[in-house]
């Protein structure tokens, strides 16, 4: 059974600093890990989908890169400022997601 | 594109009664999803259909839960009779093709149960 796990559960840093989100999974047989933010009594936006050839995508200040052979991904916030500040989930798919708990990101202006 | 469209956006019902959860998945995709999301439990997926057949539905907790698809444009998610612990919100999500796709989400029904 597919366990996803996301560290840490919450982070605040000041506007500008560069971050990284890490997820963890423990079935290396995924088909693709997909990077959403939730904003509060909102739903999920779909951010980064990696499938499994790949090894990491790009959109914007947003990167996030899969290693299967570890179980690890993680999402690189550059230049980060407070609109960011939301929930990030990441969601490990072998045909159905997996989801961790989530970080909660607090950009402090 | 609207999106995934999900209706209501808020039920509040009493113990016992039939709740029904509504979703128009993206025009084109064949692939829809329901999960369901608590503080305790996390993101959990229910159910999922490809081109409106239940594929999987080995996370709906229990005979209460029902799900239904009965053609590409709109699913259902009934519980009867609903009890104060499915107090959560309802996602429906879509994905192009097959389940290993981008999965898109709609907005949610946030169900209270008193």
């Known amino acids: 059974k597919q366990e996803v796990t996301q560290i840490p559960a919450a982070l605040s840093v000041p506007e500008g600093e560069n971050l990284v989100l890490n997820c963890s999974f423990t079935?290396?047989?995924?088909?693709?890990l997909q990077w959403f933010r939730q904003d509060p009594g909102k739903g999920l936006t779909s951010l980064l989908l990696i499938q499994s050839s790949q090894r990491e995508q790009t959109s914007g200040r947003l990167n996030a890169s899969l290693d299967k052979s570890s179980g690890r991904s993680t999402l690189y916030i550059a230049a980060s400022q407070p609109g960011d500040s939301a929930t990030y989930l990441c969601g490990g798919s072998n045909y159905k997601l997996t989801f961790g708990k989530g970080t909660l990101l607090t950009v402090n202006p | 594109d609207a999106g995934v469209i999900q209706s209501p956006r808020h039920e509040v019902t009493e113990m016992g009664q039939e709740v029904t959860l509504r979703c128009k998945p993206i025009?084109?995709?064949?692939?829809l999803f329901w999960y369901r999301q608590t503080m305790m439990r996390g993101l959990e997926l229910l159910i999922y259909f490809n081109n409106n057949v239940p594929i999987d539905d080995s996370g709906m907790p229990e005979d209460r839960f029902s799900a239904k698809m009965p053609n590409a444009s709109f699913s259902t998610l009934k519980i009867q009779p609903s009890e104060p612990r499915d107090s959560a919100v309802y996602f429906c999500?879509?994905?192009?093709?097959?389940?290993?796709?981008?999965?898109?989400f709609g907005p949610g029904t946030r169900l209270t149960v008193l």
């Open positions: 025009s084109g995709h064949n692939s």
């Open positions: 999500a879509s994905s192009p093709y097959q389940a290993d796709n981008e999965q898109f």
């Open positions: 079935d290396s047989a995924i088909y693709n």
